[in-house]
Structures are given as structure tokens and as C-alpha cells.
């Protein structure tokens, strides 16, 4: 059988197809280490950029992504990008007609500085700003819809690891839903069959030692009892000649390819290194893999 993923959209007014991926193999056959990203939106993914390009490029491994909502409710920001496009971007009218496209398009341009694979589009609707989860997965998303495509695609794709955005308190809504839907279609699977399920985070260099999470409350699946990150990725670590590179070059790459959104340069830089908690509900099992897992990617 072949496996391919095939996206169509509308890019200022034309049709266009773009082969994402083609393989006569399962996915992940053969490969060290076997990923899926899980996120809200399509520049999310920038929080686990040099992490993901270390996977990709060091361990050669594969990074497929799941983008669960259409985009379209990022146009606040969208200023610098209108000459760019030559389009309205901060008319909400006109945003929601265009966005999607393009924001897919920016991020498989970032995707492809990284090395990620597949691209799956949920297409729910990026309803704009909230913290509030229990709205978002109650009466915004097509719950239901989301936790079967994602397991579906998680079963598809034999992944080692599933990675989605920390759902602290103060995050977005979307991004706590995504996790909260990953972790959900994560259990829907057969125990031999399940990924481990990750939840990252950009922590300040002076304060990676420092930062806790518990969980979310209402969400027990979000449980991490230790509150400590389990892993953690140097973005100052430098490579190189005379080392003078260092991951944080990649990880503002990948973010330039986001011009429709005008503060990604002040957000996903606000922090040095990639932390990454281990949920409770992964079971003990597994924690010993990401610890090695990591120490792979700064061997």
C-alpha cells in the first residue's frame, strides 16, 4: 500500500495540490525515533523548533504534525504582513477567508527548515482568544471528530512520542485543548499501542530548574505529580565552527516563516530552553526512554 498525504488549498485565489509525502512503507518503518506534534495552530510548533530539528537531523528520525484548528482567527497581529500579501489580513472578514491558506502555507516553510514530514489538517475553527478550555472542547471544536482523526492518525503512525503545548492555567485555550484531545485519543488506543504523550514548554535559561507544572484542573489526564520537567533542550547550545552557531538561529528561521503573525519574534523567544513534562497518565514505563531519548540529542 502506498501512504501519501496529498493538501489542497486555495492560495490567493488559485488551486493548487502539494504531495506532502510519499512511501510504499508504513510510516515509521525503519525510523529511530517516531514523532507527532499535536497543535492548535500553525505556528505553535516554533515552542519545540530545535528540539524537533535535532530529532530530524541528528537521530534522523521522522516528525509528522497534526494542526487541529484552520487558523483563521489570527489576524489581530497580521499588520506587517498585508503589504506582503497585498491582502486586508486585519479585516476579520477577509482574514477568515484567506488565513487558513496562507498560515499553511508559512508553516510548511518552517516545517521544511526542521524536517517535518506529514501535515494533518483538522480544520476546526480558530475561534479567537480564550483561556477557557472547557468552552473551546464543549462548544467551539468537534470533539469527537478531533479525538477519532487523531487516533486514527496516531495508529496509522506507530509513533514513539507525542508532543503538544504545556495546559498551564495562563495558556491559551486552544493550546490546552489540543493536549487535553491528545492525551484523550492517546487512551483511546490499546495500551501496547499507545505513544507517550510529552507537554513542552519555552523556559527562561536562569529558571528551567524552577518551573513546575502539577496539572490542570478538571483535566486528571493532565496530571504530572512530580511538576518537574523530565527533559529539557539547550537552545544556547553551540555547534559549529568555532562554535559560533547555536540552535536558537534555527528556531528564529522557522518563526521568520511566520509573517501573517506579528509577535511571533516577542513570544517564542522569551525563553532559551525546550522543557518537556511527562504526564502521569503515560504510566512509569516510559520515562527511562525519554531520559535517553534526550541524552541522545545532546550527545
Avoid at 26 to 47: E, F, I, N
Avoid at 167 to 195: D, N, Y
Avoid at 262 to 276: D, H, K
Wanted: aromatic fraction near 10%.
Amino acid at each position: 500500500m502506498t501512504w501519501c498525504r496529498v493538501l489542497c488549498l486555495t492560495v490567493l485565489g488559485s488551486p493548487f495540490v502539494v504531495l506532502l509525502a510519499q512511501s510504499n512503507e508504513r510510516p515509521g518503518d525503519d525510523q529511530s525515533v517516531r514523532v507527532l506534534l499535536v497543535t492548535a495552530h500553525p505556528d505553535d510548533d516554533a515552542a519545540f523548533a530545535a528540539t524537533v530539528y535535532r530529532i530530524t537531523h541528528h537521530l534522523g528520525g521522522i516528525v509528522d504534525l497534526a494542526l487541529v484548528t484552520d487558523g483563521s482567527g489570527g489576524f489581530r497581529y497580521a499588520t506587517l504582513a498585508e503589504p506582503i500579501y497585498n491582502i486586508e489580513l486585519t479585516n476579520e472578514a477577509v482574514a477568515r477567508e484567506y488565513l487558513p491558506a496562507i498560515r499553511k502555507r508559512e508553516l510548511m516553510a518552517g516545517g521544511a527548515i526542521v524536517g517535518i514530514r506529514n501535515y494533518f489538517f483538522l480544520d476546526q475553527l480558530d475561534g479567537g482568544y480564550t483561556l477557557d478550555a472547557d468552552t473551546v472542547l464543549g462548544a467551539v471544536w468537534d470533539t469527537a471528530s478531533v479525538r477519532e482523526r487523531l487516533s486514527q492518525i496516531m495508529t496509522r503512525g506507530s509513533y514513539d512520542v507525542v508532543v503538544g503545548l504545556l495546559p498551564f492555567e495562563q495558556t491559551h485555550g486552544h493550546h490546552k485543548s489540543a493536549t487535553i484531545m491528545a492525551l484523550h485519543a492517546t487512551q483511546s488506543l490499546a495500551p501496547a499501542r499507545r505513544p507517550i504523550v510529552l507537554g513542552g514548554f519555552v523556559c527562561p535559561l536562569d529558571r528551567a530548574e524552577e518551573m513546575r507544572f502539577e496539572g490542570l484542573a478538571g483535566y486528571p489526564l493532565t496530571l504530572v505529580a512530580s511538576g518537574r520537567p523530565l527533559a529539557r533542550f539547550d537552545r544556547t547550545r553551540k555547534f559549529g565552527y568555532n562554535d559560533r552557531l547555536d540552535y536558537r538561529i534555527v528556531v528564529n528561521w522557522v518563526i521568520a516563516e511566520h509573517k501573517s503573525q506579528g509577535t511571533m519574534q516577542l513570544l517564542m523567544n522569551r525563553g532559551e530552553v525546550e522543557c518537556f513534562w511527562y504526564f502521569d497518565a503515560n504510566g512509569e514505563a516510559g520515562k527511562e526512554w525519554v531520559v535517553e531519548l534526550f541524552d541522545r540529542l545532546r550527545d
